[in-house]
T-cell receptor
């Protein structure tokens, strides 16, 4: 079945460490997104990518980095510069840019805890 | 900038009762509107969406939502709630007919947690 796979589901990190969250999709979707979810704050956009080798900052990109070397993959690195990284991270994808393809499909999420 | 407000952080209903979850948005034009549901520790699942046309939209699991332009609202309803509906619900908006890099960027509300009593 097609879908989005996020790994790991749970991740613990010590302060000062970088960690990378994986997001892989087999939906042949062009666009991919990373959202951060905190209790009572909904979802906030970190980064998004419309095509391979291109990505744009979202609303809360500071302390994060991404790459889009393949259509299927959009890994997110949480760097030591992110001051409050403990959160639930959701990856999403969308078929294309134009009208009629504006529905996001979400992965199951990765929960990052900083010790 | 667009924004979404879900006034109710937490709603409790009895099984079999009707449900209405409120969503108000702020945007200069008619946006695309969505309702998503999230079970604990899981991703989001699309319940329904409004792009244009009939302002009453039907979704999965017996949910419906009505777009009211005059009130900038997109409230979610269900006539009879089941225990399995307990989850967190998110309303979201996206610019309609926007081009370029802003297209498809969703703005989410804070979420409403639904508890269902037997």
């Amino acid at each position: 079945d097609g879908g989005i796979t996020q790994s790991p589901k749970y991740l613990f990190r010590k302060e000062g460490q970088n960690v990378t969250l994986s997001c892989e999709q087999n939906l042949n979707h062009d666009a991919m997104y990373w959202y951060r979810q905190d209790p009572g704050q909904g979802l906030r956009l970190i980064y998004y990518s419309q095509i391979v080798n291109d990505f744009q900052k979202g609303d809360i990109a500071e302390g994060y980095s991404v790459s889009r070397e393949k259509k299927e993959s959009f890994p997110l690195t949480v760097t030591s510069a992110q001051k409050n990284p403990t959160a639930f991270y959701l990856c999403a994808s969308r078929l294309g840019v134009y009208s009629g393809a504006n529905v996001l499909t979400f992965g199951a999420g990765s929960r990052l805890t900083v010790l | 900038a667009q924004s979404v407000t879900q006034p109710d952080i937490h709603i409790t209903v009895s099984e079999g009762a009707s449900l209405e979850l409120r969503c108000n948005y702020s945007y200069g034009a008619t946006p695309y509107l969505f309702w998503y549901v999230q079970s604990p520790g899981q991703g989001l699942q699309l319940l329904l969406k409004y792009f244009s046309g009939d302002t009453l939209v039907q979704g999965i699991k017996g949910f419906e939502a009505e777009f009211k332009r005059s009130q900038s609202s997109f409230n979610l309803r269900k006539p009879s709630v089941h225990w399995s509906d307990a989850a967190e619900y998110f309303c979201a908006v996206a610019p309609a007919n926007a081009g370029g890099t802003s297209y498809g960027k969703l703005t989410f509300g804070q979420g409403t947690i639904l508890t269902v009593h037997p």
